[in-house]
Nanobody, 116 residues
Framework: QVHLVESGGGLVQPGGSLRLSCTVS????????VGWYRQAPGKQREVVAG???????NYADSVKGRFTISRGNAKNTVYLQMNSLKPEDTAVYSC??????????WGQGTKVTVSS
């Protein structure tokens, strides 16, 4: 009913940039917040950045000053602009939508590899 699709991952050199996109589609719903998460092999999933319906944002300490989360004009797409990428940013990045009165939904993830 609520479908999330991430895109924009790939291979980038340290210091480079990528922009991830998360598009939310489905029946009528209201999103209270969208978050970007990442998980590297053998590590726990961690929150990278979040944005609320009121455009309040927050970031993990590890990405502050480098990543920016934002919403598209259509309001159903959330972006994660990633600058100054480091090898430790390598992970599968997934978006999550907190949908009012429906629950929590995840996308399939998009892989980001930062390597020289």
């Amino acid at each position: 009913q609520v479908h999330l699709v991430e895109s924009g991952g790939g291979l980038v050199q340290p210091g480079g940039s990528l922009r991830l996109s998360c598009t939310v589609s489905g029946s009528i719903f209201i999103i209270s917040a969208v978050g970007w998460y990442r998980q590297a092999p053998g590590k726990q999933r961690e929150v990278v950045a979040g944005i609320t319906s009121g455009d309040m944002t927050n970031y993990a300490d590890s990405v502050k000053g480098r990543f920016t989360i934002s919403r598209g004009n259509a309001k159903n797409t959330v972006y994660l602009q990633m600058n100054s990428l480091k090898p430790e940013d390598t992970a599968v990045y997934s978006c999550n939508a907190d949908v009012v009165a429906m629950g929590n939904y995840w996308g399939q993830g998009t892989k980001v590899t930062v390597s020289s």
